[in-house]
């Protein structure tokens, strides 16, 4: 059920209710992950701990081309259609203002020079843009695939308030899973086919129009692509950077898979010490300040919360204290892209007393945001977990521009859902704290 603009009541109350008795879906397991092995929605296998591995060889061999089945969600996770709608329009929007934000180096320079030496990991990413800027290198393209993260805002304690997604983060390095989000969507139509969702639905429906088509299996690969031709050598190749030991591969090969077969593109995979090892370059308000428009700004702003500096200054000041006081509203997260180590609640006042004033500026204080928890079922290594989760929607941004700052894509680029257990912090699916979800939008 669904109308132009909920309330929180009527979102949680409109959303279906799933069973908690897993007996009544295990007959659905087997052609679930048979499902998920025949449309490559897998992961590789971790590897056994010294005391469970053997000195055979060949073991050893299986164990390396080992793959389980992703982990996912039994059935979609609901999502307000007004505000899954409106964050997926907002996309290009904020595509266009990290641009702008990237190529204003006086801007840069002002606002990363406060964070000091708090953060050496941060501290080097800035000394090295710092030199790439003083090089006046010019590129030929600029290709941005960027992931806008929001949590749903619904208080049960502001029943007569709507909804709302706020953002919790603008991942531009570590925008995963758009190969396997896609292919989840596919897995929850084909489970609503099938089985109509028999046992699970204890109350209301699930309607085929409720679950958004998802394009983030496509459009990464093309957007690559139209970057490449901007680039100008057919002979070149896409390097991907990969992490040693990476279990996340087959959502990175679809990517590789869509440039052969669609663009002729050959993708080569690098972890950054073979980088380093084998390659070489060549030698040869801010947001109407970035945007121009005043429309676009406000828009952008309805999807933050409140975020506040901790270093010395009179606002970060009052921001520590007012953390120190009541930690049950705020998370801290470290100024760094690429997700974790963040702290909540009760567990802020003795992270940040044990800080330095020179260390707290590597950190940010955010307003925390309340989502409601669902009760939905989880499946993972072929096993039905039941029990109450909270989803976070990520929605994809493509961005590429030419030499001469003229824009050749900005649009959506397909979403993903990522959903875990409510008394769960963390939300990576590869670390084992979450799941790939897909909207139910209502």
Known sequence: MSKLSLTNSEFLSFRPKYTSDLSKLQRYVGAAVDWEATHGLLFKAPKPSCDQSS????????????????????????????????????????????DKVSKDHEFLISTLNSLGSADEFTSRIFTMYVQLHSLGVKKPAVIGIHRSDYLIHAPDNEPDASPKAKQVEFNTIASSFASLSSIV????????????????????????????????????????????????????????????????????????????????????????????????????????????????????????????????????????????????????????EG????????????????????????????????????????????????????????????????ANDNVVVNRHGGHLLRTKASDVYEGGVAAGFAVIDSPLLV
């Open 55 to 98: 000195n055979s060889s060949s073991k050893e061999g299986w164990m390396e081309s080992a793959l389980i089945p992703a982990p996912v969600s039994f059935a979609p996770s609901p999502i307000p259609r007004q505000e899954f709608e409106k964050v997926v329009a907002l996309q290009p929007t904020l595509n266009q203002l990290f």
């Open 185 to 336: 969507g596919n897995f929850h139509r084909y489970m609503l086919g099938r089985t109509g969702y028999k046992g699970l639905l204890e109350d209301g429906d699930i309607l085929k129009d409720q679950l958004p088509e998802n394009e983030s299996l496509t459009s990464i690969g093309d957007a690559l692509a139209s970057g490449f031709k901007l680039y100008g050598n057919k002979d070149a190749v896409i390097v991907m950077v990969v992490q040693p030991g990476e279990r996340n591969v087959y959502d990175q090969r679809w990517i590789e898979t869509r440039l052969w077969e669609r663009h002729n593109i050959a993708v080569v995979r690098m972890t950054f010490a073979e980088i380093n090892d084998k390659c070489a370059t060549d030698s040869e308000s801010r947001l109407f300040m970035f945007l121009g428009d005043a429309d676009k700004a406000a828009f952008v702003r309805g999807c933050f919360v409140g975020l506040y500096p901790l270093d010395e200054s009179a606002e970060g000041i009052k921001a520590y204290q007012d953390a120190i006081s009541n930690p049950a509203n705020y998370v801290v997260k470290p100024q760094r």
């Open 339 to 402: 997700g974790g180590y963040n702290t909540y609640g009760n567990d802020i006042p003795s992270l940040l007393k044990g800080l330095s004033e020179e260390e707290r500026k590597a950190y940010i204080l955010m307003d925390l945001i309340r989502a409601p928890g669902f009760k939905n079922v989880l499946l993972r290594e072929g096993k039905l977990i039941a029990g109450e989760v909270v989803s976070e929607l990520g929605i994809y941004g493509i961005w590429v521009s030419d």
